[in-house]
């Protein structure tokens, strides 16, 4: 299984960027799919994006494409998400969850890990 841990969140103004990272350990990170999924209070946990075990494929979620970008580093364990051009209503924890399979993952269900997530405020 893999632990995962991240990092990255904080407040800042609209129209501005974050890098969010999550850290994997565990000997499965490479060949887990991986995703970034957001909670905003008051509201269900939903999808952003996903990417595969090499990082050769990903999907977005229609709010954030063109402005969010999912990479990986399997000699680092690592899974970034950058987001530019954030928007206030990008506010909410987001979370780190790693799949059981290698293929793109895009339902919660298909998550077997999940990291303690990190707060992401955009104001206005």
């Known amino acids: 299984q893999v632990q995962l841990v991240e990092s990255g969140g904080g407040l800042v103004q609209a129209g501005g960027s974050l890098r969010l990272s999550c850290a994997a350990s565990?000997?499965?990170?490479?060949?887990?799919?991986m995703g970034w999924f957001r909670q905003a209070p008051g509201k269900e946990r939903e999808f952003v994006v996903a990417?595969?075990?090499?990082?050769?494929?990903?999907y977005y979620t229609d709010s954030v494409k063109g402005r969010f970008t999912i990479s990986r580093d399997n000699a680092k364990n690592t899974l970034y998400l950058q987001m530019n051009s954030l928007k206030p209503e990008d506010t909410a924890v987001y979370f780190c969850?790693?799949?059981?399979?290698?293929?793109?993952?895009?339902?919660?269900?298909?998550?077997?890990?999940w990291g303690q997530g990190t707060q992401v405020t955009v104001s206005s």
């Open positions: 969850a790693g799949s059981n399979q290698m293929t793109l993952a895009t339902a919660l269900f298909l998550y077997n890990q």
């Open positions: 565990g000997r499965t990170f490479s060949r887990s799919a």
């Open positions: 990417i595969n075990w090499s990082g050769s494929s990903t």
